[in-house]
């Protein structure tokens, strides 16, 4: 299953990105990056998998963080008729809107949740979880808020942060494909 998904990812080129003294072995994939290209049958695929988890019945939002999860997130709301709500990295000021503070291995910066309220049953999907430094203040923000989280899909996983977010919040995050990443390049280590 998701065999070309798992060849591209051995095939993804590394480079390094430095942040607060540490170098991050950052691959760069079509599902993450957009570059060179996103392959839609692959977008199908990933698709198709998640509508057969089960989760998607009874979801008001398909929830997303901009901006690697967008296509993830349109594919699936294509197929299902459920509506996307997107995380931005904007601020709107508008009423209700909620803020939070996101880190990655590389980056740092703040995420604005418009749209959302308690109550909503949501799945949230995205591209790749590594350090949990953005889904586990979103999930800690959308708890507080009173939103329902059905289910996390994120479709490439590397390091620690799906075992932290699940020590952490009990949340068990469904990854499509385990990777680890180093200056030399990326090997698949597991998946569904
Ligand atoms: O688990 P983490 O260490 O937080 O890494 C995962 C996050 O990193 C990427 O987002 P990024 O903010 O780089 O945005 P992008 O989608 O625009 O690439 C990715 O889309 C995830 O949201
Ligand atoms: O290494 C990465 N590549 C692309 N997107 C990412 N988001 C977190 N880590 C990465």
Request: charged letters at 20%; proline letters at 4%; one cysteine or more.
């Given at each position: ?38 392959d839609p049958a692959i977008l199908e695929e990933i698709a198709d ?26 594919a699936?709301?294509?197929k ?113």
């Amino acid at each position: 299953m998701l065999e070309k998904l798992k060849k591209s990812l051995e095939e993804a080129p590394v480079i390094q990105k430095e942040s607060e003294g540490q170098i991050y072995n950052y691959f760069i994939h079509p599902i993450s990056d957009g570059i060179p290209e996103t392959d839609p049958a692959i977008l199908e695929e990933i698709a198709d998998f998640i509508i057969a988890g089960g989760k998607t019945g009874g979801i008001d939002k398909i929830v997303t963080v901009e901006a690697m999860g967008i296509p993830i997130a349109t594919a699936l709301s294509l197929k299902t008729g459920i509506p996307v709500s997107i995380i931005r990295k904007r601020k709107y000021g508008l009423d209700g809107e909620v803020e939070l503070s996101q880190s990655t291995g590389y980056s740092k910066g703040t995420l604005f949740i418009n749209g959302l309220s308690a109550g909503d049953r949501i799945l949230i999907v995205d591209d790749v979880i590594s350090t949990g430094g953005t889904l586990l203040p979103l999930l800690e923000t959308l708890g507080g808020m009173g939103v329902d989280v059905a289910g996390v899909y994120c479709v490439i996983g590397r390091g620690a942060g799906t075992d932290q977010i699940k020590e952490k919040t009990g949340v068990d995050i469904v990854v499509l494909v385990d990777i680890a990443v180093s200056a030399n390049g990326v090997t698949v280590v597991g998946g569904v």
